[in-house]
């Protein structure tokens, strides 16, 4: 991907997160959609040597591409019935699985808590040619007025308990009564269970494991559907 092939806002942007990172794109194919996604190529440097599942509450989950994203996205890709569909992606990241679905067909919102993050998904919407996306800025602690979505996704979100009656509250808000969530967790997230049993007053859930073999070992992945109460 040539970065002055982008348009003159998306290379504003561009300019503006190097200042900040080293990056470089990368191409994606996730059934069939290829993207391409702005990544940062120092992780070692800028992570630390933190740990994702040791340090949770400090370790800045948006900033690669995680195994749980790329089952998300597979996911999404395959689901029927997407035309005229919304998602919305809470705590999007990079935003693989609402770039991918927005390939596949969805009406997409990626969101996240920092205007840099949002930087980084408008780069990589409009370096996968996809420009019928919305971006929102969305603290889940305070969040905005929201419309409703057919189905909410996310993967790797339930990292810190304190968030997690937020989180349902704008699952809550911004979920149609009809509609589904979608969620992807490492299985050795300790945090998931929490979590679920949380949700569980609200919603009927149903999970499923996948296994994906990364660069480094095989991680096995927690699916998560959750449909309102009605």
Excluded: C
Excluded at 54 to 61: E, L, R, W, Y
Excluded at 71 to 97: H, I, M, N, W, Y
Excluded at 195 to 220: G, M, N, V, W
């Amino acid at each position: 991907m040539d970065p002055q092939t982008l348009s003159p806002e998306a290379q504003a942007l561009y300019q503006k997160v190097r200042k900040q990172y080293k990056v470089a794109f990368e191409p994606l194919k996730v059934q069939g959609h290829l993207l391409n996604i702005l990544k940062v190529t120092d992780l070692e440097q800028v992570l630390a040597g933190k740990d994702p599942l040791k340090d949770a509450s400090s370790f800045p989950f948006w900033i690669k591409i995680w195994e749980a994203s790329l089952v998300l996205a597979d996911l999404l890709a395959s689901l029927p019935d997407r035309k005229d569909k919304t998602l919305l992606e809470l705590g999007a990241g990079l935003g693989v699985p609402g770039l991918t679905a927005a390939a596949a067909g969805f009406q997409v919102t990626l969101s996240d808590y920092e205007e840099l993050i949002l930087d980084f998904e408008r780069i990589n919407a409009a370096a996968s040619n996809l420009s019928e996306l919305s971006f929102s800025l969305l603290d889940w602690k305070n969040p905005p007025a929201m419309q409703q979505f057919d189905i909410l996704a996310g993967a790797e979100i339930l990292f810190r308990e304190e968030f997690f009656e937020p989180l349902l509250q704008v699952m809550a808000k911004s979920i149609k009564p009809d509609g589904v969530i979608y969620l992807a967790h490492d299985i050795r997230r300790k945090s998931l269970q929490p979590f679920l049993h949380l949700a569980e007053r609200d919603y009927h859930i149903a999970a499923t494991q996948r296994r994906l073999q990364s660069h480094e070992d095989e991680k096995t992945i927690v699916l998560t559907r959750l449909k309102p109460r009605r």
